[in-house]
């Protein structure tokens, strides 16, 4: 059976995860393939690295460390932020990155969904779409969360997944940063409609949260930051309480 | 050690390569006949489309080549699925190592629980039964991402379930071949690369 994932996600400026981390044991806390590589020896099932800086002249310092992350790194990893071109994917997935995300580019230019698909197989194209209730709607935003559309989620969802997205990111605006749980109704309604695995992302405060989501949300995997980052959830420990309370995820 | 990676248009070989540079192997990266025939070990790798390439091999000339392959052989996911007979994918011939079919996984029903495709994540392995496993416990994980399956047949030598059971791992004289990601597959993934190169 497959099993659900549990994804930390480590937003990087300057070729660095950006300040706040607090780890012991790590020599560069600053350093991401040092937080990958601990990371992923605590059972992490995947890693995202977000590149919130993502400017031009930061483009080659994230490809070089993309390949430090894929020469040091043994599971896989998804990296974006600020794509918005096949040859910002090239250079991506040739670094050695598993899958890349786009967001903002593709709302704004659709096919480039097919564009990217079809060079590089839908597999390793991730759609992360940043998502607001208004009280009626849960509609899609852009840059960061910070313009909203009239698009509905579940509309570019299935768009996007028939134009070739190979997996969706869905972070939920409303609970992003509350720690007050995952948006279950919406990724469960995302969850159902596409064909394609739904990654939860906004809200992980408590063990609980990551059940929920697998259970009542019907997502395919869960991913949180400062959770992890802050050490108040410990992924060997959440992976213990999910298998204890009936969820198949990897040991 | 002289290990060599078959070199094609499609298919992100770096992470094999690091993989490879992690268990201190320093692998050649080729689309040279010579070279992959004088080398102690093959892999090939892929991720990719199963139809445009087999068009660039038989262009190459690579198809015979792989087939006529004495040394240990190590295809990894669409590199699996092409030494199958045939592939739904772009309904397409395959080299024919293994005389089984790789078909689609099936769309979800109306009313069921939805089966994703690709599957993507991590699965485990059973019925294990190569020197690839040494080391390497039933149930393992292993990660997979893909949307073809080969089938279940008797060069079998691992299965995976995935709504249904099927070939997550074939062996065939000197060919090998696994559905997953070892180069992907943690410290457990790295186990059967370090088989392979010592078989």
Redesign the interface.
Known sequence: MLSKRIIPCLDIKDGKTVKGIQFENIMDVGDPVELGKYYADQGADELVFLDITATNENRKTFAELVARIARHVNIPFTVGGGISSKEDVSVLLNSGADKVSVNTAAVKQPELINELAAAFGDQCIVLAIDTKFNGKDWLVHLNGGRIPTTIRTIDWATEATKRGAGEILLTSMNNDGTKNGFALDITRQVSETVTVPVIASGGAGSMQHFVDVFTLGKADAALAASIFHYKEIEIRELKKYLRTNGIFIRN | MKVAIVKYN?G?V??VI??L??IGIEPVLTDDIRVLNSADKVIFPG???AGSTMKYFREKGLDKAILALKQPVLGICLGMQLLCRHSEEGDTDCLGIFDLKVKRFP??KEGEV?L?????????IHGLKSKLFERIPENT?M?????YYAELGKDTIATT??KLPYSSALQKDNFYAVQF?P?????D??KILENFIKL
């Open positions: 499609a992100n770096r992470s690091f993989a540079d992690r991720v990719g489309e769309e979800k939805p994703k495709i690709p599957q993507m994540g991590w699965n485990t994980f990660y997979f991402i893909h949307s379930d995935y990601h180069e992907k597959s943690g410290t993934g790295g």
